[in-house]
């Protein structure tokens, strides 16, 4: 959705931006809703500029302005199919911006999960790492045994041979 400023609608209706915050305020009068922005500013869409471009044309065929903004605005609230274009656009744009949340939330909860997961392979290559060291500590122990038992073996060998036993 575009949104213009009140000098961008200005220049495009070829109009001073007083007689548009004008003909802005009694179009609200009528009840005719001109969005504004947090700093209470109007800014105008699409439909706002082609109602504008009604009242403009009404004055130049010589119909009062009051009388102009009046059938404007009637015209604009018997206008269903408008509206139904304009209630359609304005949910697909709460669905979309819905959606976007979603992708968001999703997003930062895989982000969550993947770093539980990095955390998770850490503590594992840990664990695996000192039980590796366990073991080569255990087999270098009993290779040590081993040799100790081949070399008290050898030794009573000798000893057997020299004193018969």
């Known amino acids: 959705m575009k949104v213009y400023s009140p ?3 200005a220049k495009l209706l070829e109009l001073n931006t007083a007689t548009l915050r004008k003909y802005s305020i009694m179009l609200e009068e009528q009840s005719y809703n001109i969005d504004r922005n947090s700093q209470n500013h109007r800014y105008y869409q699409d439909k ?22 009046k059938n404007v605005v009637q015209i604009q609230e018997d206008n269903t199919y408008t509206n139904v274009i304009n209630n359609g656009y304005e949910a697909n744009e709460n ?3 819905e959606l976007k949340e979603t992708v968001h939330k999703q997003n930062d ?54 004193f018969k036993r």
């Open 7 to 9: 000098s961008e609608v």
């Open 109 to 162: 909860l895989i982000k969550g999960l993947a770093n539980k997961l990095d955390e998770q392979q850490e503590y594992i290559n840990k664990r695996l790492n000192e039980r590796d060291g366990a073991l080569m500590q255990a087999m270098n122990e009993i290779m040590e045994t081993k040799k100790q038992l081949a070399t008290t073996q050898e030794k009573r060998g000798l000893l057997s041979r020299l």
């Open 48 to 69: 706002d500029i082609i109602t504008l471009r009604r009242v403009i044309t009404a004055r130049k065929n010589g119909i009062t302005l009051e009388e102009a903004i």
């Open 95 to 97: 669905v979309i911006r």
